[in-house]
């Protein structure tokens, strides 16, 4: 067995795509149907996703709003 990684078969860096996903989303078949569908038009290509490394990452992060006690997706700043 090789210890040699073949670069065929990673994904350049400019062709990731991370994309942060609400788990019921994630979960939904039509939700998720809907969710690529809008990603990849945006990547200009809507018919199809080869060529692209997308990494779906799901939304575990909740804060809670201290005036209402009412847990939300905790704000993501990039």
Not at 33 to 46: D, I, K, N
Not at 56 to 76: C, D, H, M, Q, S
């Amino acid at each position: 067995m090789s210890d040699t990684i073949d670069p065929k078969t990673l994904a350049a860096v400019d062709r990731v795509v991370s994309v942060d996903v609400p788990m019921d989303v994630a979960f939904n078949k039509e939700k998720m149907a809907t969710a690529t569908a809008s990603v990849l038009e945006r990547l200009g290509c809507p018919g199809c996703h080869s060529g692209w490394d997308i990494r779906w990452r799901y939304i575990r992060e909740f804060e809670i709003n201290p005036a209402t006690l009412e847990a939300k997706v905790k704000t993501i700043v990039r």
